[in-house]
């Protein structure tokens, strides 16, 4: 069997096409996921991948669902931070549990998958931690300031992390996409889209395929000397 590898957030959109991505180069993928069961169910079918459910914000449930699978799958060589969420708003109208639920989730959760995962991999001597970032903590974005903080800690995160893991052959990096063709981007209202389509040089969303490779890339042996570095996807919206 191959090296193991975690997706958060791993049934639908970017997730699942990360899963496949892997699966293809060989990597022995499970999914995790928080809610959707039919989703998950859908995967299982189409692909042979399973899934866990837990929330990757709950520390204490990420370290339970990982030892979970490194017992019924095998111990864990990648780790893909994919799961995040949205509460978009201004903030003189955004609330307190807007702010919290994206920062508990979208970087808490590298936080606790990296605390359930990273030592084993330092002992092991090989690891790969991929963070999924986005423009949007490269450059703000109007009425995110939760989602936007939260992203730019995950950057902030992926160089500190592969401090501590370059001795180790553990690398971790981030991968920066722009608007994707996904479930979160098509809840953004069609005109604030339609304005955002328009200042992407390339002329169109992004595909969740195209996120995939760039992590296929950095899970693989060829990228053992790219470590703490951002990937930026996002059609040329955003030169960082
Ligand atoms: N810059 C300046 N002003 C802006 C603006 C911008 N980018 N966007 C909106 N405004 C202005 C509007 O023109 C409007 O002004 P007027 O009242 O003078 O006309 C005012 O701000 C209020 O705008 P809305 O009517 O849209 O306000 P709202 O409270 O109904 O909604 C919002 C605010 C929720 C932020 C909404 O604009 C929105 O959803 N924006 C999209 C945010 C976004 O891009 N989210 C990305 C989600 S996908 C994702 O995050 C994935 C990823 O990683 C890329």
Redesign the pocket.
Known sequence: MGRVAIVTGGTRGIGRAICEALQKDGFNVVANYAGNDSAANQLKADTGIASYKWDVGDHEACLAGCAQVAEEVGPVDAVINNAGI?R???LH?MSFEDWNEVMRINLGGCFNMAKACFPGMRERGWGRIVNIG???GQAG????VN?AAA?SGIHGFTKALAQEGARFGVTVNAIA???IDTD??AA??EP?LEK?IAKIPVGRLGQAHEIARGVAFLCSDNAGFVTGSTMSINGGQHMY
Do not use: E
């Open positions: 949205t978009d708003g201004v109208k986005s423009i949007n974005q109007y009425g995110q989602y992203k996409p722009g608007y979160m981007v953004v209202p604030v955002i």
